[in-house]
């Protein structure tokens, strides 16, 4: 079966802290892709981040940073000093290579408080 | 440039009624998705174009679905008899030739009464 859990439905933090949103995931395949997207209140999805099955490096954009083991199927998202504008709904997707489609965690929604 | 459009933003009807969403995708982008967003929940698969043809339709729900790409640029996903459970959000994206990134819309929101 192919699924992704987000096990935090939300999340409050006050702003400049650290916030990780967790995201695991289940897939038979060798090759799949997962990804990070941001659902403002606006409601539109907006990409973060893309990475394949075979590159486990952590990954660091600005305050973001994504850390990615195979070994425990975990994909997991770190916003570092966080900011209201962070305020959001993050989804944790999966795509198995080849299908082109993604699965879909349920959110965590995350309020960054002033 | 110009990102993934979708009209109406919002849709109104009746339980019965047909409806008709239409996605404007990014300019060349050959691949298109629909997805439909429910309260509080992730998005869920529906139907994914190749260019004009759908390439894989398992995502939806039954036969009162539909989704055309007659030109391989904008869709449009068809409801009929629309049922209440039917309301969300119906989100499409595209995805440009060789990448598995896809690219979304601002979505509509329909409500059946």
């Known amino acids: 079966a192919q699924k992704v859990t987000q096990a935090q439905t939300e999340i409050s933090v006050v702003e400049k802290e650290d916030v990780t949103l967790d995201c695991v995931y289940e897939?038979?395949?060798?090759?799949?892709?997962l990804f990070w997207y941001k659902q403002p209140p606006s409601g539109e999805l907006v990409f973060l981040i893309r990475?394949?099955?075979?590159?486990?490096q952590n990954e660091i954009s600005g305050r973001y940073s994504w850390n990615f083991q195979k070994s425990t199927s975990s994909f997991n998202f770190t916003i570092t000093a966080s900011q209201v504008v962070d305020s959001a709904v993050y989804f944790c997707?999966?795509?198995?290579?080849?299908?082109?489609?993604?699965?879909f965690g349920t959110g965590t929604r995350l309020k960054v408080l002033a | 440039g110009a990102g993934v459009s979708q009209t109406p933003s919002n849709k109104v009807t009746e339980k019965g009624k047909y409806v008709e969403l239409r996605c404007d995708p990014i300019?060349?982008?050959?691949?298109l998705y629909w997805y439909r967003q429910s309260l509080g929940q992730g998005p869920e698969f529906l139907i994914y174009?190749?260019?004009?043809?759908?390439?894989?339709d398992s995502g939806l729900p039954n036969d009162r679905f539909f989704a055309v790409r007659p030109e391989g640029s904008v869709s449009t996903l068809k409801i009929q008899r629309t049922e209440r459970g039917d309301s969300a959000v119906y989100l499409c994206?595209?995805?440009?030739?060789?990448?598995?990134?896809?690219?979304f819309g601002p979505g509509t929101r329909l409500t059946v009464l």
């Open positions: 994206a595209s995805r440009p030739t060789g990448t598995d990134t896809q690219y």
């Open positions: 997707a999966l795509s198995p290579s080849g299908t082109y489609k993604y699965i």
């Open positions: 174009f190749q260019g004009t043809g759908a390439a894989d």
């Open positions: 300019s060349g982008h050959t691949a």
């Open positions: 897939t038979r395949d060798t090759t799949y892709y």
């Open positions: 990475r394949n099955s075979f590159d486990e």
